[in-house]
């Protein structure tokens, strides 16, 4: 994989620090808010489980670019404003979508729509106030408008809105109708936030029988704790849990 792929526009080296805590620490974000990274683990026992099972560590040794998608989840300004996480994976994020786009895969970008009004749900659930600023959360006017000023789309990339936590629920996001038509049977889901909508959306992409990779440290969330109860679940249960550099490694059609 290109060297290209792996650098920030500031030449920070993605692949510096995959255990989560070097690389980016100290790097501001565009609204002056420090970057961090999460410092993520798959306990050793986990690992374990797995090789016991079926012989390796990784369900998937090997990836098919045109068969593969990334899948971006809720990289707006609502959720990544204010979060040093959220800022730290913007270069994995970018590297990704560019190692994908290189290797013939299609990039999605999820982004929540935006209600006329909050769901009784959400209302009785958050309370008015904050279900409010949850409807507004997808951002309004055009999608370079809505995602984090420095991800920016290439014109073939899929762009759709999802009503639900979940990009892959049924009836609430086009996009299993999209990957279909493009012949996808992998996806390679990164975003925010961890334990929400990213692990809403590996679950169900899991259940419609998606070969699923979660890029470790491609997602975020406001805490070590939670991230990591969410990798740890979904590599028990749900798809393979990779750093950034390995998935473009096999993108790259090298093993890893």
Not at 218 to 229: F, I, K, L
Request: net charge negative; hydrophobic share 40%.
């Amino acid at each position: 994989m290109s060297s290209r792929l792996l650098r920030d526009a500031q030449g920070i080296d993605v692949r510096a620090g995959m255990d989560g805590m070097d690389g980016l620490d100290g790097m501001d974000g565009l609204d002056g808010m420090e970057r961090r990274r999460h410092a993520w683990r798959i306990e050793a026992d986990e690992y374990a489980r797995h090789e016991r099972r079926r012989g390796h560590r990784h369900a998937y040794t090997e990836l098919s670019g045109k068969r593969t998608a990334l899948v971006v989840v809720d990289m707006v300004r609502f959720f990544v404003a204010g979060n040093g996480f959220g800022l730290g994976i913007v270069p994995q994020v970018q590297a990704l979508a560019d190692g994908t786009r290189s290797a013939g895969g299609t990039v999605a970008w999820v982004l929540p729509a935006v209600a006329a009004q909050p769901t009784r749900w959400a209302v009785d659930f958050y309370g008015p106030e904050v279900a409010e600023r949850y409807r507004l959360a997808g951002g309004t006017g055009t999608v370079a408008d809505r995602l984090w000023p420095e991800l920016v789309p290439a014109p073939e990339d899929a762009v759709v809105e999802k009503t639900a936590a979940s990009a892959f629920f049924p009836g609430r996001c086009p996009l299993p109708e999209v990957l279909d038509e493009r012949g996808v049977d992998t996806v390679i889901v990164c975003g925010l936030v961890t334990n929400v909508c990213v692990e809403a959306t590996v679950r169900d992409a899991a259940t419609l029988g998606y070969r699923v990779v979660l890029a470790a440290d491609g997602c975020a969330t406001r805490s070590d704790t939670a991230h990591n109860a969410t990798l740890a679940t979904v590599y028990r249960s749900f798809g393979d849990v990779r750093a950034t550099a390995d998935i473009l490694t096999l993108l790259d059609g090298q093993p890893a």
